[in-house]
């Protein structure tokens, strides 16, 4: 969130954003939403290893390199997280097995981190979830410098743990991983987990603020969510609110699954009836929890981490006659782009040739009308997408 041995394997995480806020201030979750464990760390897959210590090599899948061969890639390499090795050595004398090993995000995600600039305080953990076992030769083989013990799969796995935040492509540290073996033994196999917080990259894309006609003002009311991350992220536990000018009103929890898939959308109303929400394709109904004011408002999206919650993406508009159009939705030209102010230059209304329902402009979980490849953002002119402001995280 955001990030040498032989081979030890690409480990691909599962789980996973976010831009965030124009104002910061203290969001402690209010009092009709109970307490929430802290999200389950994201899920990796699981590498089975053999080390050799005559060839002073480590194998993970299909792949097996001798001893001595620099920045190997580990096992299923170029998916969405890479470990790689290096220096790997024995000391028959200590017993000591050793090699370095980096991690690499190749998510669009970040790692170690719930969004920009909130890292996830247990940074990125590597467990051993089997072994190590001596699979030739006799002995006990053991992890000798881990960082610490956790219950992961199973209780006491030791792990080591980088105390890091990658964005994407970003390569950590290297840190030393140190295995007892005796003299006796001369295979052994293990398999490790990689476990750390993803950030969701879900971006507030389009926003229907004034439905055509006042019988669906309050009911034809929705917005668009893109996820813009490598990963699929279910929105089931997180919550949504919007401010008036009163002020931020209580969280919505969204309390059952919500998959939105990589590159895919999902649209959040008041209703999901058709009849009465314009003809609009809801996947999610919030009931009466948001009620968008014409003339000043906000959308937020957040993630709850025990008792606090960190946003995920923001976006406020003060102007009516740009951004509360009668009937007419209002556009991110590029999910890449600034979000934060609707009635800024990034935005725009929904073609006229753009019409879903009954008549409503806009293009509710579809790529938006408006939408423009360009390289470079209209609010930041020269400078190269993806441009995300580093809004603060709580509001």
């Excluded at 996973?16 to 009092?31: E, G, I, M, R």
């Excluded at 969004?115 to 979830?129: M, S, W």
């Excluded at 055509?212 to 919550?239: C, H, K, R």
């Excluded at 508009?317 to 979000?339: C, H, M, V, W």
Aim: aromatic share 8%; net charge negative.
């Amino acid at each position: 969130m955001h990030k040498t041995m032989k081979p030890l394997a690409t480990i691909a995480a599962l789980m996973v954003a976010a831009s965030a806020v124009l104002v910061a201030c203290t969001d402690k979750l209010p009092t009709e939403i109970s307490r929430l464990a802290p999200d389950a760390k994201s899920t990796m897959l699981k590498v089975s290893c053999t080390a050799s210590v005559i060839q002073r090599s480590v194998s993970c899948g299909d792949v097996s390199l001798p001893g001595g061969a620099k920045g190997v890639l580990m096992g299923d390499q170029n998916v969405h997280i890479k470990l790689t090795s290096s220096n790997v050595s024995y000391d028959s004398g200590t017993g000591i097995f050793q090699f370095d090993v980096t991690v690499q995000n190749l998510m669009n995600e970040g790692i170690g981190m719930l969004a920009q600039a909130y890292p996830d305080p247990d940074g990125i953990r590597v467990f051993f979830n089997s072994g190590p076992t001596a699979t030739n030769g006799t002995g006990v083989v053991s992890v000798a410098n881990s960082d610490g013990f956790a219950t992961y799969t199973s209780a006491n796995q030791p792990y080591f743990e980088y105390s890091t935040s990658l964005n994407k492509d970003e390569v950590s540290f290297a840190k030393t991983w140190q295995l007892n073996v005796p003299s006796t033994v001369t295979q052994f196999d293990f398999t490790v987990l990689l476990a750390t917080e993803t950030e969701y990259k879900l971006v507030i894309n389009e926003v229907l603020v004034n439905p055509a006609g006042t019988t669906i003002e309050t009911t034809g009311e929705w917005f668009e969510l893109y996820n813009a991350g490598s990963l699929p992220v279910d929105m089931q536990n997180l919550v949504i609110a919007d401010s008036a000018a009163s002020g931020r009103r209580p969280y919505h929890l969204i309390s059952s699954s919500l998959v939105v898939q990589p590159g895919g959308y999902v649209v959040l109303g008041e209703t999901a009836n058709t009849l009465s929400n314009g003809g609009v394709t809801v996947d999610y109904a919030y009931g009466s929890a948001l009620q968008l004011a014409n003339s000043l408002d906000a959308v937020k999206i957040a993630r709850v981490f025990g008792t606090d919650t960190v946003t995920i993406d923001r976006t406020q508009y003060a102007n009516a006659t740009t951004s509360a159009q009668d009937g007419i939705s209002r556009e991110l030209k590029n999910p890449a782009f600034d979000n934060s102010n609707m009635d800024g230059s990034n935005w725009s209304a929904a073609v006229v040739t753009a019409v879903y329902g009954t008549g409503g402009r806009g293009t509710p979980g579809a790529q938006n009308s408006t939408f423009t490849p360009n390289l470079v953002s209209t609010d930041n002119p020269g400078l190269p997408i993806p441009i995300r402001a580093n809004k603060p995280l709580r509001e």
